[in-house]
């Protein structure tokens, strides 16, 4: 035993054995007031629970060290003069009574504990849609550039059977006021001629108006109006015809003339864009 | 008490309520705080925002 207090070097002190509550051999660097009641009360009859406790209530006290061969000499040391803390100011108020039972409370206890982790959910949830939303926002284009995208056209200034060019985000923006006749010769016209096969009513509003962006779709030339077989655009560059629909109707261009989204506001004006 | 519990029992107690207790509280959570911070930011700045005096300028 001798040799056990020997081995624990500067812990010796600690490992003092008592079987009954004795202040350590180490002074305090403040003298303090001992809290008698703050002491954890040595019960020396407590139950036989396992070979500490049984040592508790041995007559030699409470040192009990156990060597082998094979095994690290360990030590057991009898902590009997700590205080354990006062948690009450952390317990909720149903636990505070150590001896009820706190399983009647249980579940309004859960209850508040995923209540609070609800609402922090919620609130992450919150915070991490607004941000996104800002985030990818920002990458939209921005009001003052939304409002040059649009070009409003007064329709009364374009005379029927007149074709009219205007620029519109860098492109030609053709508006052609149609005649009864090129608006039935239109309409009458076999799909399974065509090579982009497209009603003539499938891209207009109103037939009298034809709003098209003026850029040929083979090579991306801009088509003469009023000219071609067709009676409708003609692109200089490789001879492409488009119909008075803008519909191609001859020539290396794949696709019909595009049609931009517009809507009319009144009789008098259409805005594209 | 009594509400946390039955709170617990019916919506907290299982994943996939919790987690659809916690969306659906979002969307509530989201139009209520929107409208009532703008409710709040317009009834500070009662008669300096457009809508309120729009109509002496526009016809």
């Known amino acids: 035993m001798l040799s056990v207090a020997?081995?624990?070097?500067?812990?010796?002190?600690?490992?003092?054995?008592?079987?009954?509550?004795?202040?350590?051999?180490?002074?305090?660097?403040?003298?303090?007031?001992?809290?008698?009641?703050?002491?954890?009360?040595?019960?020396?009859k407590r139950p036989l629970l396992c070979?500490?406790?049984?040592?508790?209530?041995?007559?030699?006290?409470?040192?009990?060290?156990?060597?082998?061969?094979?095994?690290p000499a360990s030590v057991r040391c009898?902590?009997?003069?700590?205080?354990?803390?006062?948690?009450?100011?952390?317990?909720?108020?149903?636990?505070q009574d150590a001896n009820a039972s706190s399983q009647g409370s249980s579940d309004s206890r859960k209850g508040f504990s995923y209540l609070m982790t609800a609402a922090t959910g919620v609130a992450t949830a919150y915070v991490a849609k607004n941000v996104v939303t800002q985030f990818i926002s920002?990458?939209?284009?921005?009001?003052?550039?939304?409002?040059?995208?649009?070009?409003?056209?007064?329709l009364?200034?374009?005379?029927?059977?007149?074709?009219?060019?205007?620029?519109?985000?860098?492109?030609?923006?053709?508006?052609?006021?149609?005649?009864?006749?090129e608006i039935s010769q239109e309409a009458g016209v076999d799909l399974s001629q065509l090579r982009d096969p497209q009603h003539d009513l499938d891209r207009v509003k109103k037939p009298e108006w034809v709003i098209l962006v003026g850029v040929c779709t083979h090579l991306g030339c801009v088509?003469?109006?009023?000219?071609?077989?067709?009676?409708?655009y003609y692109c200089p560059c490789h001879g492409s015809h488009y119909d008075?629909?803008?519909?191609?109707?001859?020539?290396?261009?794949?696709?019909?003339?595009?049609?931009?989204?517009?809507?009319?506001?009144?009789?008098d004006t259409v805005v594209v864009g | 008490m009594v509400l946390l519990r039955r709170v617990y029992g019916s919506l907290f107690r299982r994943s996939s309520t919790f987690a659809l207790s916690i969306m659906l509280g979002a969307v509530l959570f989201e139009r209520a705080f929107?409208?009532?911070?703008?409710?709040?930011?317009?009834?500070?700045?009662?008669?300096?925002?457009?809508?309120?005096?729009?109509?002496?300028?526009?016809?």
């Open chain 1, 6 to 44: 020997a081995r624990a070097g500067p812990l010796a002190p600690f490992v003092s054995a008592a079987a009954h509550a004795v202040p350590g051999p180490l002074r305090p660097l403040v003298p303090a007031a001992a809290h008698r009641e703050h002491k954890v009360p040595l019960d020396l």
């Open chain 1, 51 to 71: 070979r500490e406790s049984l040592s508790g209530r041995a007559a030699r006290g409470g040192l009990v060290a156990s060597a082998s061969l094979n095994a």
């Open chain 1, 78 to 95: 009898v902590h009997n003069d700590v205080a354990v803390p006062d948690f009450s100011a952390y317990r909720r108020q149903d636990v």
């Open chain 1, 138 to 154: 920002s990458l939209s284009a921005s009001a003052d550039v939304l409002a040059l995208s649009k070009i409003e056209i007064k």
């Open chain 1, 156 to 181: 009364s200034d374009i005379p029927e059977g007149k074709n009219m060019a205007f620029k519109w985000r860098g492109k030609p923006l053709f508006v052609r006021h149609r005649t009864q006749a």
């Open chain 1, 223 to 232: 088509p003469i109006a009023n000219s071609g077989d067709f009676g409708g």
């Open chain 1, 244 to 267: 008075a629909s803008g519909r191609i109707r001859k020539g290396p261009a794949p696709l019909n003339l595009e049609v931009p989204t517009y809507q009319f506001i009144g009789d």
């Open chain 2, 34 to 59: 929107d409208q009532g911070a703008d409710a709040l930011f317009e009834q500070l700045n009662e008669g300096k925002l457009w809508k309120h005096i729009k109509h002496k300028y526009e016809n």
